[in-house]
């Protein structure tokens, strides 16, 4: 059985950091990209930054360049997104999901649950 399952959110101030981490099972993440994605109360849901299966090349929206970092470890397939200098636009819940290939059509075979990002001013 395919499931994403996230944890590592929470309540944060701005300039802060979180760690989000999204274990896989039922497949490896060698094969599939993971991309994370975003969804603000009242916002549709973008997308945040997105790794490779092969070779693992890193993808970033342009809200997030140099403050957020997607890593993998394949033995443990599991995706990380390091998140730094937090600010309260980052709010929100947190997806992770498998995709072909990063943002590619028709979007993502399977979706993580989600966890909550809180960052307050």
């Known amino acids: 059985q395919v499931q994403l399952v996230e944890s590592g959110g929470g309540l944060v101030q701005a300039g802060g950091s979180l760690r989000l981490s999204c274990v896989a099972s039922?497949?490896?993440?060698?094969?599939?990209?993971i991309a994370w994605f975003r969804q603000a109360p009242g916002k549709e849901r973008e997308g945040v930054s997105c790794i490779s299966g092969s070779p693992g090349s890193t993808y970033y929206a342009d809200s997030v360049k140099g403050r957020f970092t997607i890593s993998k470890d394949n033995a443990k397939n599991t995706v990380y997104l390091e998140m730094t200098s937090l600010k309260p636009e980052d709010t929100g819940v947190y997806y992770c999901?498998?995709?072909?290939?990063?943002?590619?059509?028709?979007?993502?075979?399977?979706w993580g649950q989600g966890t909550q990002v809180t960052v307050s001013s």
């Open positions: 999901a498998a995709e072909e290939a990063c943002w590619a059509a028709p979007g993502p075979d399977y």
């Open positions: 039922g497949f490896a993440i060698d094969y599939y990209a």
